[in-house]
């Protein structure tokens, strides 16, 4: 049994320096073409929702998907009618279906508290990090999938690496 229990142990490492790689990929292609790959967006969603499940029962891992993509759902649902009413602008014009679905990856990656604190987190961090770079930017759009996907990275290196953070406990 002890073998089986490291060969699992060794299988969700990999998957979470799997999990840590696509994040970096989102960022640097985010970055450079202001457009994620549907590939990534979903392999992220997959593996993220998988770490977090293992962590939980089912129950709990779908209450927590769920609530995180209701907050999200109410989001969005603000950001269109802001976009609408005040923007007089569509949706696709001022968010992205990559920054969407991002947003997806992080609400099956994380209970809800965690979910909560990064979401929130990680919306501060790409505002300070493009108020600081936009203007060596080619682009004057907010890359804000590779923005938040780097902050995610970060807190899964210390989360994985680190033993300095416990995401799932939350």
Known sequence: MPILYSKIKAMILVLKMLFI?????????????RKVTLTLLVSGILIGGFLHFQKQIAIVFLSNSMVNLIIISLIFSFLWLYAKLKLKKKIQEVFGLGDFLFFCL?????????????????????????????????????????????????????????????IYAM
Request: glycine share 2%.
């Open 106 to 166: 992080l609400a099956v990656s994380l209970p809800i508290v965690s979910f909560l604190v990064i979401f929130v987190f990680s919306l501060f961090f790409s505002m300070v990090v493009f108020m600081l770079i936009k203007s060596s930017l080619k682009h004057k759009t907010v890359p804000l999938a590779g923005f938040q996907s780097i902050f995610f990275a970060i807190v899964l290196v210390f989360d994985v690496f680190m033993n300095a953070l416990n």
């Open 21 to 33: 790689g696509i994040l970096l990929a989102i960022f640097f292609q985010d970055l450079k073409e």
